[in-house]
């Protein structure tokens, strides 16, 4: 069954840098969108950066452009968030979600709006803390 895993969240100084992986199984990652999305207690869920499935166009919230790159490793089968000069507004969980039909076409309104039918499988999430 599909299943996503997400691992390499952790206390980070400001100005640092992370890298958190999704690890897929299940499922070919490759022929599926995978998104980023992070959430803060008592705050709503956001879409942080999503990759369509191959050839795997990008795109990125306006908080984290520059900063952040979504990133596949197909012999791995995960789909990994570099994360540089963290701030302590991207303190949050972090999951990724996957779609259920491949090569469904993946567009920014999607990754930013409507992606909650878009995304029925998600990881456990993993926590990013950015703090002195």
């Known amino acids: 069954q599909v299943q996503l895993v997400e691992s390499g969240g952790g206390l980070v100084e400001p100005g640092g840098s992370l890298t958190l992986s999704c690890a897929a199984s299940g499922f070919n990652a490759d022929y599926h969108a995978i998104g980023w999305f992070r959430q803060v207690p008592g705050k709503e869920r956001e879409a942080v950066s999503c990759?369509?499935?191959?050839?795997?166009?990008?795109v990125y919230a306006d908080s984290v452009k520059g900063r952040f790159t979504i990133s596949r490793d197909s012999a791995k089968n995960t789909i990994d968030l570099q994360m540089n000069s963290l701030k302590p507004e991207d303190t949050a969980v972090y999951y990724c979600?996957?779609?259920?039909?491949?090569?469904?076409?993946?567009?920014?309104?999607?990754?930013?709006?409507?992606?909650?039918?878009?995304?029925?499988?998600w990881g456990q999430g993993t926590r990013v803390t950015v703090s002195s």
């Open positions: 979600a996957t779609d259920s039909t491949p090569f469904a076409p993946l567009s920014p309104s999607i990754c930013f709006g409507d992606y909650v039918e878009f995304f029925p499988y």
């Open positions: 990759i369509s499935s191959t050839p795997g166009t990008t």
